[in-house]
Each structure stands twice: as structure tokens, then as C-alpha cells.
């Protein structure tokens, strides 16, 4: 069975492979079944791989495949390990990405780059495989990198739209800048435990004390690398402009795969951030600061995947914000629900979209549920779920951030409970405006307003029923249930919770928080139904007229202004100027010169071109003396 695990990156590489190579000589249909297929071989797979590992002794397997490598002291090699953590990202990124390819082939069926897109997909696949498999930072590190890539290839998909490219540069260059953080990261932890195999360094870092300043640099730098895979506060601006890609693709980034790589990196390096509570504190500040910032922006964006982009980096923060309070297994909980959810309305974004012939802007769509009940269903469910509205799955893992946040500091409760307000608020907000009241779009589009193929409404089907039911791993313990995740993610974390986790919150309390919740999340969406259904109140039109602190929050706080003043303006001036003087008067003037010369030297040696045998003879004498001279 261990043999089977290399198979699961395997299959997507096979599958890019063939459809990048071949896509071109072959039909849709067959692109189609083999970019899928090779992720339904590596999802099979990995419910074996889940199913060995939750009956192991030891709970992880590691697969040895060959030396990488062997230069002095250090000795690196390719292999895997299978843990609780790795297994159940597997399923998670698999699965959810299994979806995801069969609905892009009813999105993208008419697309030009239809075998491109495939083969982007799957290679993206490959690389996020590859990062939660490697059993060392280093292999983490090539599938971090090759999901940077993917993303660069899949947000500027459409490559002849400037702006689509510009938003494709903007997150790799903004990644790069994360990333050098966490290569920093990485090389302190070879120099401090001589090792960068997570056994042994994990094994060694057992022994340090707490608060070391080894330990807190290198966990602070591993979360400069979070930061700009997982957009938080200051690297986050590059996740809204990644909606420039296909809709697929702002599935998979959002809710399988690249931007959860920092979460997993933080869960995976537990111990490490267990010896420094100083880091985690920076993490939970960070994680808590980034949702409350999403979540305000979130409230006046008019772009249906603008929102929920918007949405994303504010359950990231939650996600953050658990890990920094030593709440890890919630952290990965989160992951998982905010994967079937956030896939669902993203998927539900790009039927509506679809439908309504590439339109975003949510001012120009309502009334869409006569035409489209069943992505209204599936994408009121994927609501209600982020929302945190019982029994949906993001009503457990949510509430569990809140009440382990609770018990550490009340503080930063209060704030994730605003940015969940606001969530509950925005969210529904969305939901009114773009299926309930009348149509306020174009009679060309209503006319041509349709519910989506099943290809498409298929896998929005299984993922609001996964939304529905995926939060019952994790049943509070307030209902004398036992917590099925923490039980299964127990190995990965027994060391690092026996000293940072602090005693369950009571019951009582626990009720309290829950019931507390739940209201305030009610309430936001009484008060959105009140506002945009039962008064029509409507969003402003583009340039009218809205209060100034609206109007900061539309304008995202300016932010993208600030970096493009403090930033960018001063880059592109020191260029400019970089430019005149090395390339105008130093490089130029050598190529220049060189040319000149050469077009002066023929000019001058074509003169003795001049058809006189005598000169000929004379020039022929000259060199023969030249050369018994120079001897």
C-alpha cells in the first residue's frame, strides 16, 4: 500500500503532461476525461492512504524514493510522508479539485485554450500534492513555488487582456516577496537543527525551551511566507485582483489549494510556533486584523467574485487567528469546511456569470432564482454555511475559532466576532441582490438567462451537500459527542497542545458563545433582508454620489493607491533613471561604438580593394618583410 502514495502526485503530472503536450491532436472529450480522470486516480488513492494511515499503529508512513541531495553535511532526500494532516489535505485538494475540473468542463467547453486550461489545472494539482506530501521543507518549498507558478498561468489564462496580466504579475511578484521570507526561514532551521527533514528537526526542537529567539526568527520568517501565499495583512492585494482568471481557477485558489499552503505550513511546523508564543501572538494579531479588514471591505463591493474573493481573505484571518491561539486542529477544521463552501459560491458565481453572459457586476443582475432555482439552492447552502447559521459546516468550525479565541483573549473575540457579523451581512447582501426582487439587467440577457449544464450543476450539488453535512466531524463537546477531527489530527498535535491549549471552555459558556453567535448572525441577515429585499434599496451606481467612509471602504482603504505611490512610483523613477544613465550613456554608447567601428574599419579596408596588380604586389612584399621583421 505505501508503493501507492507516489501515485497520487503522479497522476495530475501524467495528466498535464499528456493534455499539454497532446491537447492540441485530441478531442475535448478525451482532454476532458484524462485531466479529470488523473484526479479521480489520485482522490482514489488518497481514501486508501486516508484509510492506512487511520488505522497505522504509528499514524504516518514515509515513502523513501531516492537521494535528492548529498553535498557536505547536508543530505536532502525525495520523499513522502502520509500523516493524519497530509492525508486529510489530500482529500481536501483531490476531492474538492475532482469537482472542480468536472465543472470547468461545462464553463470553459467553448474557450480556445481549452487544452491549455486542462493542463494548467492539473499541473497546479501536481504542485499542491507535492507541497503537503514532502516530508521535508524543501519539498514543501518546490510544490509552494510551482503553485506560485500555476497561479501566475492561470490568473492571466486570458493573456491578450493587459489587466488580466497585470493581475497575474501582481501575485507573483507579491508571492515573491512572502517568499523570501520563508527561504530565509528554512535555511535558519538548517543551520539550528542541521536538518530540514520535519522528523528530525521536530524531533530535536522537542528539547529547546520556550521563547528562544532562534525559534521566534525562524518562525516569524516561515510567516512572512504564509502571509503572501495566504494573502494577509500587508500581502493580501493580489487575492481580489486574482479573480482576472477564469472562475475555475478562483475555486481552486481559494478553496482546494494555494492559498491554504500557509495554513498547512503553520499546522505542519506546530512545535516550532508551540516554543514561541511571542510568534503565535503575531500570527493570531495578524490573522484576527486581516478578517476584520476583509470583512469591512467586503460590505459595498459590487463584483459578485470580488465579494467573495473579499471573503476569502477573511476566513484566512480566522484560520490564522486559530492557529496564533494554539487551536491548530480548529485551524485545519476550518480549511476543510471553508473548502466546500467557498468552492461552492465560487462555482455558483461562475454559473451566474455564465448565465448571464459574462456580466460580474451584481447592480445588473436580481431576480435570478426564477431563472437558475438550482444554483440559487446551492448557492444559498454555501451562504448559510460561511455565515455560520447551524447545521451548515461553517457554523461548527467557526464557532470553534470564536470559543477557543474566547478562552485565550476577549480582546480578539470581539474583533472575529465583528468580521462574522460582517460576513453573515456582505454575504447575504450578495445573495438578495443578485437572486431576489426583478431583473435589472439588459432584455438580451434575460432572454438568454438559462440554468447551467449538469456538468456544472452536478458538482455545485455534491458540494452543497458536503457544505451541508461536512461540519459533523467536529461536533462541540458541549453536545457529548465525540469530536471525530481532533481525535484524527491527535498525533500531529499531541506535543504542541499539551502546552499551549488551554482547558475547554464550560459549557455553559460554550452554549453562551454559541447561541451568541448564532444570533448575530440572524440578525445580519434580517437586517440585509430588511434593506435590499423588503425596502429595494440598491447599491449606487458607478460614480454617484456615497458618504465618504462608504466610499473608503469601496475604494478598499486605498490601499492599492498607497502601494502604488510608496512603492511602485519610486521603483519606476529609480528604473527611469537606472535606464538613462547605464543603457542611454554606457551600454548604448558600447554597442554603438563597437558597430561604428566595425562599419568605419569596412569602409577603410574596402579602399584597398583597388584592382592595381602593382599595389597588389607592393602590399604583399610589405607583409612578407612585417613578418620576417616580427620573427
Known amino acids: 500500500m ?27 472529450n478525451s482532454i476532458s476525461i484524462l485531466a479529470s480522470g488523473s484526479i479521480l486516480a489520485s ?21 523513501n524514493l531516492f537521494d535528492w541531495i548529498s553535498s557536505g553535511k547536508l543530505h536532502v532526500s525525495f520523499s513522502f510522508l502520509a500523516d493524519p494532516l497530509s492525508a486529510l489535505f489530500l482529500l481536501i485538494i483531490t476531492g474538492v479539485g475532482f469537482l472542480i475540473h468536472v465543472y470547468s468542463v461545462g464553463y470553459m467547453k467553448e474557450d480556445e485554450g481549452f487544452h491549455r486550461f486542462f493542463a494548467y489545472l492539473n499541473l497546479f494539482v501536481f504542485f499542491m500534492l507535492l507541497l503537503v506530501l514532502g516530508s521535508n521543507y524543501l519539498i514543501l518549498f518546490v510544490g509552494w513555488e510551482g503553485v506560485g507558478l500555476c497561479s501566475y498561468l492561470l490568473i492571466g489564462f486570458w493573456f491578450k487582456n493587459t489587466a488580466f496580466n497585470n493581475a497575474a504579475k501582481k501575485a507573483f511578484i507579491m508571492n515573491r516577496i512572502g517568499d523570501l521570507g520563508f527561504l530565509l526561514g528554512i535555511l535558519l532551521i538548517y543551520l539550528t537543527f542541521g536538518s530540514i527533514n520535519y522528523i528530525e528537526v521536530f524531533g530535536q526542537a522537542k528539547f529547546f525551551s520556550s521563547e528562544q529567539p532562534v525559534i521566534t526568527a525562524i518562525t516569524l520568517l516561515l510567516f512572512i511566507g504564509a ?22 481557477v478562483s475555486a481552486l485558489i481559494h478553496a482546494a489549494t494555494m492559498v491554504t499552503a500557509g495554513v498547512y505550513m503553520i499546522a505542519r511546523s ?6 514561541s508564543p511571542f510568534s503565535m501572538q503575531v500570527v493570531a494579531i495578524v490573522g484576527v486584523l486581516t478578517s476584520l479588514f476583509a470583512a469591512s471591505i467586503g460590505l459595498f463591493q459590487n463584483d459578485i467574485k470580488k465579494v467573495l474573493a473579499y471573503s476569502t481573505v477573511s476566513q484566512l484571518g480566522l484560520m490564522f ?3 496564533g491561539v494554539g487551536a491548530y486542529t480548529t485551524g485545519v477544521f476550518h480549511v476543510m469546511t471553508h ?22 457586476d451584481i447592480r445588473k443582475m436580481g431576480g435570478l432564482k426564477k431563472y437558475l432555482p438550482l444554483t440559487y439552492l446551492t448557492f444559498l447552502a454555501g451562504t448559510l454555511a460561511i455565515s455560520g447559521i447551524f447545521p451548515f459546516a461553517g457554523f461548527f468550525s467557526k464557532d470553534e475559532i470564536l470559543a477557543h479565541t474566547f478562552e485565550h483573549n476577549k480582546f480578539l473575540w470581539f474583533l472575529a466576532s465583528i468580521a462574522s457579523a460582517m460576513t453573515a451581512f456582505y454575504m447575504f447582501r450578495l445573495l438578495y441582490l443578485t437572486f431576489f426582487s426583478g431583473f435589472r439587467g439588459t432584455k438580451e440577457q434575460e432572454h438568454h438567462l438559462h440554468e447551467s449544464p449538469k456538468s456544472m450543476t452536478i458538482p455545485l450539488i455534491l458540494l452543497a451537500i458536503l457544505s451541508l453535512v461536512g461540519g459533523f466531524v467536529g461536533i462541540p463537546e458541549v453536545f457529548h459527542v465525540s469530536h471525530w477531527l481532533n481525535g484524527f489530527l491527535a498525533p500531529v498535535f499531541a506535543d504542541s497542545e499539551m502546552k499551549t491549549m488551554p482547558e475547554y471552555t464550560h459549557h455553559g459558556t460554550e452554549i453562551t458563545l454559541i447561541l451568541f453567535a448564532l444570533s448575530v448572525a440572524i440578525a445580519m441577515i434580517y437586517l440585509a433582508n430588511n434593506y435590499y429585499v423588503r425596502l429595494g434599496k440598491r447599491p449606487p451606481e458607478e460614480g454617484a454620489a456615497i458618504p465618504p467612509f462608504q466610499k473608503v471602504l469601496y475604494n478598499k482603504y486605498y490601499v492599492d493607491e498607497l502601494y502604488t505611490t510608496v512603492f511602485m512610483k519610486p521603483f519606476n523613477w529609480v528604473s527611469d533613471k537606472f535606464y538613462r544613465f547605464i543603457e ?30 602593382e599595389f597588389y604586389l607592393l602590399i604583399m612584399v610589405l607583409s612578407i618583410a612585417l613578418i620576417l621583421f616580427v620573427r
Open 339 to 360: 473548502a466546500f463552501f467557498k468552492a461552492l459560491l465560487f462555482l455558483g458565481a461562475g454559473s451566474v456569470i455564465h448565465a448571464m453572459g459574462g456580466e460580474q
Open 321 to 323: 487567528l486559530a492557529l
Open 270 to 275: 506546530n512545535i516550532l510556533y508551540t516554543l
Open 2 to 28: 505505501n508503493q501507492l502514495i507516489p501515485l497520487i502526485p503522479l497522476f495530475p503530472l501524467i495528466g498535464f503532461l499528456i493534455v499539454g503536450l497532446f491537447g492540441k491532436k485530441i478531442s475535448k
Open 584 to 613: 542611454l550613456r554606457f551600454v548604448n554608447v558600447i554597442v554603438n561604438s563597437v558597430g561604428e567601428g566595425v562599419s568605419w574599419g569596412s569602409r577603410t579596408l574596402r579602399l584597398l580593394q583597388t584592382g592595381s596588380i
Open 43 to 63: 482522490f482514489l488513492v488518497s481514501v486508501a492512504v486516508f484509510v492506512q494511515v487511520q488505522n497505522s499503529a504509528s499514524h504516518a508512513i514515509t515513502v
Open 227 to 248: 502571509m503572501g501565499k495566504s494573502a494577509q495583512l500587508p500581502l493580501y492585494t493580489w487575492l481580489p485582483d486574482a479573480m482576472a482568471g477564469p472562475t475555475p
